[in-house]
T-cell receptor
């Protein structure tokens, strides 16, 4: 069975500082990994995805993530955050052939001026 | 144009009532999903349809019944609503069931009083 753990429930950070949101997964089969962002009272928007190939993936809004198979991690990073990045971030894994996404508990990124 | 649209966006109803949430996608995708987000923002899959065929049915009470009249629509009907059904319900779609991300609607916030 697959599972996802987001290691931080809340990450406060000052504007223009770098940030890393941590995600670890567990799976016995090959996985596809995703980061989604949820702004208040909105749906989920895909930030980036790892399906295969290069382990460093770049997404929208300046975010990137690195797939580390040996550490079963897929941490999300941004070198300089903006107030507008304040949102809930979800790491998700998809395995098998059903398309089912298993989500982590979410990390609230709070960017302070 | 909205890719995955749900109606209504907000739904307040009394315990014991029956209600439906509608979802439509104009992306030409074959697969559609219902996810539930609880008060702690945890997301969990409920159902998935591929080309109108049910392929995922997680441990969900029988009071919840999905219906897919065609592959562009997936509705969720809930009978005998209970307080614990209060949550945000997200519809999503994807091109297939494997190596691809899901596209989410804006969510329906259901409040049972």
């Amino acid at each position: 069975a697959q599972s996802v753990t987001q290691l931080d429930s809340q990450v406060p950070v000052f504007e223009e500082a770098p940030v890393e949101l941590r995600c670890n997964y567990s799976s016995s089969v090959s996985v596809y990994l995703f980061w989604y962002v949820q702004y208040p009272n909105q749906g989920l928007q895909l930030l980036l995805k790892y399906l295969s190939g290069s382990t460093l993936v770049k997404g929208i809004n300046g975010f990137e993530a690195e797939f580390n198979k040996s550490q079963t991690s897929f941490h999300l990073r941004k070198p300089s955050v903006h107030i507008s990045d304040t949102a809930e971030y979800f790491c998700a894994v998809s395995a098998g052939n059903t398309g089912k996404l298993i989500f982590g508990q979410g990390t609230t990124l709070q960017v302070k001026p | 144009d909205t890719a995955v649209s749900q109606t209504p966006k907000y739904l307040v109803t009394q315990m014991g009532n029956d209600k439906s949430i509608k979802c439509e996608q104009n992306l030409g995708h074959d697969t559609m999903y219902w996810y539930k987000q609880d008060s702690k923002k945890f997301l969990k899959i409920m159902f998935s349809y591929n080309n109108k065929e049910l392929i995922i049915n997680e441990t969900v009470p029988n009071r919840f019944s999905p219906k897919s009249p065609d592959k562009a629509h997936l509705n969720l009907h809930i009978n005998s609503l209970e307080l614990g059904d209060s949550a945000v319900y997200f519809c999503a779609s994807s091109p297939g069931t494997g190596k691809t991300e899901a596209f989410f609607g804006q969510g329906t916030r259901l409040t049972v009083v």
